[in-house]
């Protein structure tokens, strides 16, 4: 069975993106452990960038990934925009929009649209190195914006089906690799 590397962005020192006392670190290693664990169920392998609050640098999570040679690569955050509440929804980044890591991004955009959130697409951000770097296909997932209240409701109130379908959208595409 395939090998899923889940990434929880940000973590220690560096909250990540912070809104009303908010911080992204948090709620991304929440998502992170409870979207492994649904994976775990379901027979894939899981390695963990990080299960605590602890900080490591992009570059070393790639390292990471690499070493245990994963299969794919998830890393999980939350978008911000300039101005509360400006933009909502979850956006998926890929260093290009062709192969394996394109697939994984629109499957689980499709399904964290049934959940509630505005799909804003799959965009190209070739520069970051989890996407770069790593010897795997690789995804960076936004879910929702943490300076956007209705997308906090929908995570809060969803966590749930939120971490569902990130997971059935990577058990998707490693059951048709």
Sequence with gaps: ?????????HGGNNPGAVYQ?????????????AVGKILEENGVDVYYTR???????????????NAVQGDFFVSIHRNSS????QYSGVETLVYNHYGEAARLARNINARLELVG??????????????????QMPAVLVEVGFINTDADNQLLDE????????????????VWSS
Excluded: C, H, W
């Design 158 to 173: 969803r966590f749930g089906e939120t971490a569902r379908a990130i997971a059935e959208g990577i058990l998707a595409t």
């Design 51 to 65: 299960t605590t609050d602890v900080y490591e640098s992009p570059e070393q999570k790639v390292q990471e990934g």
């Design 1 to 9: 069975m395939a090998l899923v590397v889940i990434d929880a962005g």
């Design 117 to 134: 959130y505005e799909d804003q697409g799959v965009n190209e951000r070739a520069d970051l190195v989890v996407l770069n770097r790593t």
């Design 21 to 33: 006392g908010r911080q992204e670190k948090g709620d991304v290693l929440a998502l992170a452990l």
């Design 82 to 85: 300039p101005y509360p509440n």
